[in-house]
C-alpha cells in the first residue's frame, strides 16, 4: 500500500492495523488504495447508523450516558470529515462537517419532539431531513460529477427512513421491527460508503488503484469486516441493555444472532455446511459467555465474573483451532487466540464502564471494539483469499482502458456483444415514444445474473453488491430497496421483460449511439474490472 494511502486509511480511522506479519505472509493481497478506501468509507458510515440508533434510544428514554453516546456519534463524523478531507482538502471537509453534523442534530430534533409529544415539531424535523438530503447531493456532486445530487438524495431519504424507523418502533415498543430496522439501517450505509467510494476511485484513478486485490476478494473483505463490526456494536448495545433489564433485551440479543447466522452463512460458503456449524456452535457459545458476564454483575458474584473471563479467554484458543484446522496454512491458534483478547477486553472494559457511570469510556471502548473486529475480518479474508487463490481472484481482468460493445437493431433479435453474436428470442421494440430492450439479454451479457418471480411478475438483477428490482407495469424500481422513477412501464413482451432503453443505459452508465439508416443501437462502456463487477459501481450515477 502506498504511504500516502496508508496516512489517509490510518488517519480516518484513527487506529493501529492488526496481524502485520501473518498478512504480508500470504500470497495475494486484500489490499489496494481503492478497497482501503472502500472499507474505511463503509466502516465509518456503518458505525453512524449504529451510534445514531444508540444515541436516539438514549435521548427518548433521558438516559444519564446521552450526551457521551451523542459525542461518539459526532466523533464518528469527525473521522468521516477528516476522510472527506484526505481526498478532497480542508475546505471540503470543513463544509462536509457542517452538513453532517446539521442532519444529526435534525435527528436530535425528532427525538427531543418525540419525547415531548410534539407531532408539529416531528414534522418539522422530518421535512428538515428531506431538504437535507437534497443539499447533501449537491455537495456531493459538487466535488465529484459522478455523483448525481438526486440518487444521492434518495439514498438518504432510505438512511433517515430506516433510523426514523427503528426509533418509533422502539418508542411505540415493536422491539423486533426496531432491530430489524436498526440492521437494515447499518446494512444500508455500508452500501452507501461502496458506492461513495467507487466514484472517488473513478474520480482519481491514479490516485486510488485496484492492484493488488481483486473484486471477489474485496467482496468478500467488506461483507466479513461489515458483519463482524456490526457484532461489536451490537453487543455492546446487548449487554447495555441486559445489566438494566430493559424490555428490548431479548429483541437486541436477537439481533446480535442473527448476525451470527450471517457469519455462519459467510462460513458455509466458503468452507461447506458442517464447518458453518462447528463455528456457529462456538461463536454462539462466546456470545453466551458475555451473557453470563452481565448475570454475574448484576448478581455482584465476583467469583462468577472471573470464571466467565477464565472462558471468554479460554474460547479464543477454541476458536483460533477451529480456523487452524480449517486453514492451516494460513491461520494460527496464537495469533487468533492473541487477536479475540483484545476484542474481549474492549467489550468488556465498555460494559464495566457503562455499570460504573463511566460513559465517556464506556464510548471510547465501543469504538475500539467496532474498529478491532474490522481489522479481524481484514485477517481472515487474507487467509481465505490466500487458501482458495482461484476462488478469490479475478481471471484475465481487463485492462483499464478496454471498452465494451453491445450493438442490437429494431426488430432484430441478434445481439452483438464485444463483436461475438448471439440470437435472443425477442427483439428490442418501439411503443409510446420509447425503445425497449429485453432485460435478461442485456444483463446476462454483461455478466450479471436475472431472477424472476411469475407469481408476482418481478425480476431481480444482480451485480455485485448491487441488486436492481423491477416490476412488470410499473413505471419505477427499486435500486438496493432506494425507488427510482423510470419515466415509462416495464412491459412483458414475448415472455420476456422489456425495460426502456434511455432508463437502463443511464442507469448503468452506458453511451448511447443510434443509427437512423438502420434502426440500429450502439452501446459502449469503459470497463475497470470485469463485466458484471463494474456494472454495480455506476447503478447510482
Do not use: C
Request: hydrophobic letters at 45%; a negative charge; glycine letters at 8%.
Amino acid at each position: 500500500m502506498k504511504p500516502m494511502i496508508r496516512t489517509f486509511v490510518t488517519a480516518a480511522l484513527g487506529f493501529t492495523l492488526l496481524f502485520p506479519a501473518m498478512a504480508s505472509a500470504h500470497t495475494y493481497s486484500i489490499k489496494s488504495g481503492a478497497s482501503d478506501l472502500r472499507i474505511t468509507l463503509e466502516s465509518l458510515l456503518g458505525e453512524h447508523a449504529e451510534l445514531a440508533v444508540i444515541a436516539m434510544q438514549k435521548g427518548v428514554d433521558g438516559a444519564a450516558d446521552f450526551n457521551d453516546a451523542a459525542a461518539a456519534l459526532l466523533a464518528n463524523g469527525d473521522d468521516l470529515s477528516a476522510a472527506i478531507g484526505s481526498v478532497y482538502g480542508a475546505d471540503a471537509a470543513k463544509a462536509f462537517k457542517g452538513l453532517w453534523n446539521t442532519h444529526i442534530g435534525f435527528f436530535v430534533d425528532y427525538v427531543t419532539a418525540t419525547a415531548k409529544k410534539d407531532e408539529a415539531g416531528r414534522k418539522v424535523a422530518l421535512d428538515k431531513l428531506e431538504r437535507y438530503g437534497t443539499d447533501f447531493g449537491a455537495f456531493l456532486e459538487s466535488a465529484n460529477p459522478n455523483l448525481k445530487a438526486a440518487d444521492v438524495a434518495d439514498g438518504l431519504k432510505a438512511h433517515v427512513s430506516q433510523l426514523i424507523e427503528a426509533f418509533n418502533d422502539y418508542v411505540n415498543k415493536d422491539y423486533a421491527g426496531a432491530y430489524k430496522a436498526d440492521r437494515e439501517a447499518y446494512s444500508h450505509m455500508m452500501h452507501f460508503g461502496h458506492v461513495l467510494a467507487d466514484a472517488i476511485v473513478k474520480q482519481y484513478p491514479d490516485k486510488f488503484t485496484n492492484q493488488g486485490a481483486s473484486a471477489a476478494s474485496v467482496d468478500l473483505r467488506s461483507a466479513l469486516d461489515g458483519l463482524l463490526s456490526e457484532h461489536g456494536g451490537l453487543a455492546v448495545l446487548a449487554m447495555q441493555k441486559g445489566i438494566s433489564d430493559a424490555p428490548d433485551f431479548d429483541a437486541a440479543a436477537g439481533a446480535l444472532l442473527a448476525n451470527s447466522d450471517d457469519l455462519t452463512a459467510a462460513i458455509i460458503s466458503v468452507y461447506g455446511e458442517d464447518a458453518g456449524k462447528a463455528f456457529k456452535g462456538l461463536w454462539n457459545t462466546h456470545i453466551g459467555f458475555f451473557v453470563d458476564y452481565v448475570k454475574a454483575t448484576a448478581a455482584k458474584d465476583e467469583s462468577k465474573r472471573k470464571e466467565t473471563l477464565d472462558k471468554l479467554n479460554q474460547y479464543g484458543t477454541d476458536f483460533g483451532a477451529f480456523l487452524e484446522g480449517a486453514n492451516p496454512n494460513n491461520f494460527k491458534t496464537a495469533d487468533i487466540a492473541g487477536a479475540l483478547k483484545p476484542h474481549v477486553a474492549q467489550l468488556i472494559s465498555a460494559f464495566d464502564s457503562y455499570v460504573n457511570k463511566d460513559y465517556a469510556k464506556t464510548y471510547a471502548s465501543t469504538r475500539e471494539a467496532y474498529a478491532h473486529m474490522s481489522h479481524t475480518g481484514d485477517y481472515l479474508a487474507a487467509g481465505i483469499v490466500a487458501q482458495f487463490q482461484d476462488k478469490f481472484h479475478d481471471p484475465k481482468a481487463p485492462d483499464m482502458t478496454s471498452t465494451m460493445k453491445i450493438w442490437l437493431k429494431i426488430g432484430s433479435s441478434n445481439i452483438m456483444i464485444d463483436d461475438k453474436s448471439t440470437m435472443m428470442d425477442t427483439a428490442p421494440f418501439m411503443w409510446e415514444g420509447s425503445t425497449y430492450i429485453p432485460l435478461r439479454f442485456l444483463a446476462e451479457g454483461i455478466g450479471a445474473k436475472v431472477t424472476w418471480d411469475q407469481a408476482s411478475q418481478t425480476a431481480w438483477v444482480k451485480a455485485g453488491n448491487d441488486t436492481l428490482t423491477f416490476w412488470v407495469d410499473k413505471d419505477y424500481m427499486e435500486v438496493n430497496g432506494v425507488k427510482k422513477e423510470i419515466g415509462a412501464p416495464i412491459v412483458l413482451k414475448d415472455g420476456r421483460t422489456q425495460v426502456p432503453l434511455r432508463f437502463i443505459t443511464e442507469l448503468l452508465g452506458w453511451d448511447v449511439k443510434w443509427n437512423e439508416a438502420d434502426w440500429s443501437i450502439t452501446l459502449t462502456k469503459a470497463m475497470a474490472m470485469k463485466p458484471g463487477m463494474d456494472m454495480g459501481t455506476h447503478m447510482h450515477e
